[in-house]
């Protein structure tokens, strides 16, 4: 379920990056939402870990696709 390879992978770097820092301007800047709707934040961090991993493995099945060819 886990490998180390991932941290390998070059598409995993590229994706993190834009991540944390829309992750970090996103919590500074809806600070006071998220202050009145405290369930907003683990639902809020819940999302954005789906959507990596979403593009990461999408991004990695489409790239190895396009090799076997």
């Not at 886990?2 to 996103?26: A, E, M, N």
């Not at 934040?41 to 979403?54: D, K, R, S, Y």
Request: aromatic residues 24%; glycine residues 4%; without cysteine.
């Amino acid at each position: 379920m886990f490998s180390f390879q991932t941290f390998k992978d070059k598409r995993y770097w590229i994706l993190l990056f834009p991540f944390i820092i829309i992750l970090v301007g996103f919590s500074v800047f809806a600070s006071n939402y998220f202050i009145e709707k405290p369930l907003m934040v683990p639902i809020f961090l819940l999302l954005n870990a789906i959507l990596f991993w979403g593009i990461y493995h999408l991004w990695k099945y489409v790239g190895d696709k396009k090799t076997q060819r």
